[in-house]
């Protein structure tokens, strides 16, 4: 059996990691350079950052591949590299999970290309598809578990890249990012990706990034109530909000916050929790102990996100006001401690 299916049916509550990005930044990555090379350059660092999430506790961590399709690439002149480089980023993964004491999950990170589709831009569909596949092939070749599509925003970019990964014989799992006005940059709410999941035959989905975990978590309880008790949520918030100190940019969140975090993405339906931008090796630490004492119980109402992890945006609020008061199906449990 496929290793994240058989986490699927061994935990009702699955731990993802933090930050790509932050921890690499803290490991010597330039601002402006491209992380993917470092699968080849510095593979010590990036096992490096693997390991710390393991360490910390996360059942599943996500590749250092999240701009590595062809037109991210070409940015710094390595479109002839997408092979190379997201299998490299498989390869060195697979090492550290294999090496785990416990069943550890590699997902193949895919985000967006950066460009948009016709008629909003210059890609086309076909186009989108073949950058997609060409790194899912490297991803797959690499021995990923599942393939990750993250931070999308557009429906028909998010539709080309499942396109392109559908007969590559893995799960998928896709989140799109959520702005303060509850909704994509494309304009897509959660409810509407709700309603498109089922046909677009993902294995789980939800959301990351965004502005933060008050909204984020308002998105992951407006997903859960449109979704049938069996579907696998996904909620991967940003530790708290960015700051410019002393020219760099810090994220606010505490290892308390992202504790709250997790309890409340728990009781909001979610099955798969993590973290994204500024979250570092403590705050998964944090999250995993979270995770293994809380009971999830009924879901939040807003003014209980806000009371435990921070006001959201009044975008946010805007949107999902009139639904605070629809009830989250009840979600599938095996376990009644994760």
């Not at 980023?89 to 950066?114: F, H, S, W, Y």
């Not at 810090?250 to 728990?266: D, F, H, N, P, R």
Request: hydrophobic share 40%; net charge negative.
């Amino acid at each position: 059996m496929n290793n994240f299916l058989k986490i699927l049916k061994d935990k009702s509550h699955i731990l993802a990691d933090g930050a790509t990005g932050t921890n690499l930044f803290g490991m010597g990555l330039e601002t402006g350079d491209p992380p993917e090379p470092w699968n080849l350059e510095h593979k010590d660092r990036i096992r490096s950052l693997h390991q710390g999430f393991v360490d910390a506790g996360s059942d599943l961590f996500l590749t250092n591949s999240f701009g590595g399709t062809s037109f991210r690439l070409k940015l710094h002149n390595l479109e002839n590299q997408v092979f190379e480089l997201n299998k490299a980023a498989g390869v060195v993964a697979r090492e550290v999970a294999d090496n785990a004491d416990r069943l550890v999950i590699v997902a193949g990170a895919m985000g967006p290309t950066g460009e948009m589709i016709e008629p909003h831009g210059l890609m086309t569909p076909s186009e989108a598809t073949a950058a997609f596949r060409a790194q899912a092939e490297g991803l797959a070749e690499g021995g990923v578990d599942v393939l990750w599509l993250e931070t999308m925003y557009a429906m028909e970019e998010l539709e080309a890249a499942i396109d392109a990964v559908k007969d590559i014989g893995l799960p998928v799992c896709a989140t799109m990012s959520f702005d303060t006005a509850g909704k994509t940059m494309m304009g897509i709410t959660p409810s509407n990706l709700a309603k498109r999941s089922k046909d677009l035959n993902l294995m789980g989905f939800g959301a990351n990034c965004g502005i933060g975990a008050p909204d984020l978590l308002a998105t992951i309880n407006d997903i859960s109530k449109s979704v049938e008790p069996e579907t696998v949520v996904i909620s991967k918030a940003n530790c708290g909000i960015p700051e410019f100190v002393d020219g760099s940019i810090v994220y606010s969140g505490t290892e308390e916050l992202m504790s709250e975090y997790v309890k409340i993405a728990m009781n909001s339906g979610a099955n798969i929790i993590g973290g994204c931008c500024g979250t570092t090796f403590d705050h998964v630490r944090a999250m995993r102990k979270a995770m293994d004492e809380h009971i999830v119980t009924s879901a939040p109402t807003l003014e209980e996100i806000e009371e435990k992890v921070g006001q959201m945006s009044e975008g946010s609020r805007s949107i999902f006001k009139g639904d605070d008061s629809k009830p989250v199906k009840q979600r599938r449990s095996r376990r009644s401690r994760s």
